[in-house]
């Protein structure tokens, strides 16, 4: 065998390894295959060259890459979905970020819009904080009302409206990535859209979303053109293969 060829058994070890490597951590394998395509397909370039040191090393590198990239935790062992459960405006649960439009009737001194603050809590005039975070507006609206009776109108007329929620996140490849203004019944591709649409690398099959303070994501099937977003996500677009 002459110095500068790679032994086929060798090479083929070490893909192998890559390969167990990838499929028992990250699912689906694409996920780290299409963002280190080029790369993988420089260092297999090099192998054909006997530059076997460079090979293993270069792989090594990007599965440690690959490891600490934000789409590892987006990657869930779970199937890629096609449904996810929408938000209705009357079952929607306050959080921080959240904003809301208080009126007492005949107080306008006690009427403004406050917003939830991250520990949870809404401020409101001459009655203090409240705890916001996991109620509905029809559920903080009766608090509210109870707590003025309680300390400074009787039988207070209270209207509560939910003025702006907390926003979503759009990142990956997308024109403009960043904050979005989160509306009720917005769906993935809506998001997409309000973050300036795909790049020309997107990947239009599919989208990683991650809910709010959860540690891992979901992978979603973008053939369902309704999956529903929810205030606080991270969606995150891919590349795609070509």
Not at 9 to 21: D, F, G
Not at 124 to 152: D, F, M, Q
Request: with cysteine; hydrophobic share 40%; net charge neutral.
């Amino acid at each position: 065998m002459s110095e500068g060829s790679v032994p086929g058994n060798r090479l083929q070890s070490l893909l192998s390894i890559i390969a167990i490597v990838v499929l028992s951590d990250l699912q689906p394998i694409e996920i780290w295959f299409v963002r280190h395509s080029s790369s993988l397909f420089l260092l297999l370039s090099n192998a054909r060259t006997g530059l076997v040191p460079t090979l293993g090393v270069g792989l090594g590198l990007l599965l440690l890459s690959a490891c600490a990239h934000p789409d590892f935790k987006y990657a869930a062992r779970a199937p890629i979905a096609l449904e996810r459960d929408a938000i209705s405006a009357q079952d929607y649960r306050l959080s921080p970020g959240d904003q809301v439009r208080l009126s007492v009737f005949g107080e306008p001194e006690i009427s403004g819009d406050f917003k939830i603050i991250d520990q949870g809590y809404v401020a409101l005039p001459t009655i203090g904080r409240i705890e916001a975070s996991g109620l509905t507006i029809g559920e903080l609206r009766s608090v509210v009302a109870e707590k003025l009776h309680a300390h400074v109108v009787v039988n207070p007329i209270v209207t509560l409206v939910l003025l702006a929620h907390r926003p979503l996140y759009v990142g990956g490849e997308v024109r403009s990535p960043g904050k979005v203004d989160y509306e009720i019944g917005m769906t993935v591709r809506d998001a997409i859209s309000s973050a300036g649409g795909y790049t020309y690398r997107s990947d239009y099959g599919k989208v990683f979303i991650r809910a709010k303070d959860q540690p891992a994501g979901q992978l979603y099937d973008l053939r369902n053109t309704r999956i529903p977003v929810h205030p606080g996500d991270f969606i995150r677009v891919g590349e795609r293969y070509f």
